[in-house]
């Protein structure tokens, strides 16, 4: 099979199809003959080398992906021929993937192969973040990078819960389109002081961010007596100096969580409880917003889009061939 990215580079400009095995299942897993696959900022870090996937996992990149099961255990509760997505480990950017039968979600017929492969993953961060950080119905959210992949999904799902959205993003237009997706209020983090806006409207009870080391003290500012920071990204640094006697004041606490690291009966139960209380929502409620698809082949205009922050919501690779319902893996169906 072909595969994309197979080896660690720092260079975006230049990427290539490489053969690869076709993929053996282990005892419990299927195989998924893939058609999209969702794009993310860990892949950015792998192909520079600095996120290697854990051991057992492919050596190429992609952490959730979309497409129909190729082959299945008769035990199992898939079937061939079946349309699915998964949240892999690692081993999205190909033609086939074996993966876990506990970390496969079936596909609505309302939702296009591209849109499952950009839902998967994001869902499970959300998911397993907001219950880190034991959000309920009326508490106030403050998302970080609203207009992107994960940010895009959080301010649905967290409207979706109860509970009150706020969001930052990079420009005036990003923040409408954020308000757009259930965002109560969207703040522009280039033009306005996001801290001392969140600050009037009250406060957050709730943080997700992805910025990191820069936005610490502002997060802190921002946060209500007894708020939780919750930090899943480090785009702007992973190291920061805290202001120990602000936490101790407003009772308040920072938490960090990851997926991919986690072990399969962690994410298993992740993907359960997505299954639960997000794909009913999906796709009335609860939508991911795709930007861009781009060919396997052409990764590297993926990664090139996730770096130069021009996308709004996924971008997502596909692999353009028949399956066996005649259908391809476009946005719209």
């Known amino acids: 099979m072909k595969v994309s990215f197979a080896t660690a580079s720092a260079d975006a400009s230049v990427s290539?199809?490489?053969?690869?095995?076709?993929?053996?299942?282990?005892?419990?897993?299927?195989v998924m003959r893939i058609t999209a696959a969702g794009v993310n900022r860990a892949d950015l870090l792998q192909r520079r080398g600095l996120y290697p996937p854990p051991p057992g996992a492919p050596a190429w990149p992609g952490l959730e992906a979309a497409g129909v099961v190729s082959a299945a255990p008769a035990s199992s509760r898939w079937r061939?021929?079946?349309?699915?997505?998964?949240?892999?480990?690692?081993?999205?950017?190909?033609?086939?993937?074996?993966?876990?039968?506990?970390?496969?979600?079936?596909?609505?017929?309302?939702?296009?192969?591209?849109?499952?492969a950009a839902l998967v993953e994001a869902a499970c961060t959300v998911v397993s973040t907001l219950?880190?950080?034991?959000?309920?119905?009326g508490d106030t959210v403050l998302v970080h990078g609203g207009s992107g992949g994960v940010g895009t999904l959080a301010i649905q799902i967290a409207a979706a819960r109860g509970m009150r959205v706020l969001a930052t993003a990079g420009g005036p237009e990003r923040?409408?389109?954020?308000?757009?997706?259930?965002?109560?209020?969207?703040?522009?983090?280039?033009?306005?002081?996001?801290?001392?806006?969140?600050?009037?409207?009250?406060?957050?009870?709730?943080?997700?961010?992805?910025?990191?080391?820069a936005a610490l003290g502002a997060n802190l500012r921002a946060l209500r007596t007894g708020g939780r920071l919750v930090v899943i990204g480090l785009l702007k640094g992973s190291r920061g100096e805290l202001d120990l006697g602000m936490l101790l004041a407003k009772r308040a606490s920072v938490l960090?969580?990851?997926?991919?690291?986690?072990?399969?009966?962690?994410?298993?139960?992740?993907?359960?409880?997505?299954?639960?209380?997000?794909?009913p929502l999906v796709p009335d409620a609860v939508r991911p917003i795709v930007h861009a698809t781009v060919p396997l082949a052409?990764?590297?205009?993926?990664h090139r889009l996730l770096e130069s922050g021009e996308a709004f919501g996924k971008v997502v690779l596909t692999i353009e061939e028949e399956g066996p319902t005649g259908r391809r893996a476009g946005p719209d169906r």
């Open 298 to 302: 052409e990764a590297h205009e993926a």
């Open 16 to 30: 290539s199809l490489e053969e690869a095995p076709d993929p053996v299942p282990a005892t419990g897993e299927i």
């Open 80 to 116: 061939v021929g079946q349309r699915v997505c998964a949240l892999l480990p690692g081993g999205g950017y190909a033609e086939s993937v074996a993966v876990h039968e506990s970390l496969v979600l079936p596909v609505h017929d309302k939702v296009s192969d591209v849109e499952a």
């Open 256 to 279: 960090g969580t990851t997926l991919r690291s986690r072990p399969l009966e962690e994410r298993a139960a992740i993907v359960a409880r997505v299954a639960r209380e997000v794909w």
């Open 175 to 213: 923040a409408r389109r954020c308000e757009e997706l259930g965002a109560a209020r969207a703040f522009d983090h280039r033009g306005e002081e996001w801290s001392a806006l969140v600050e009037a409207e009250g406060g957050a009870d709730v943080i997700l961010d992805v910025i990191g080391a």
């Open 131 to 137: 219950d880190a950080a034991d959000a309920v119905a």
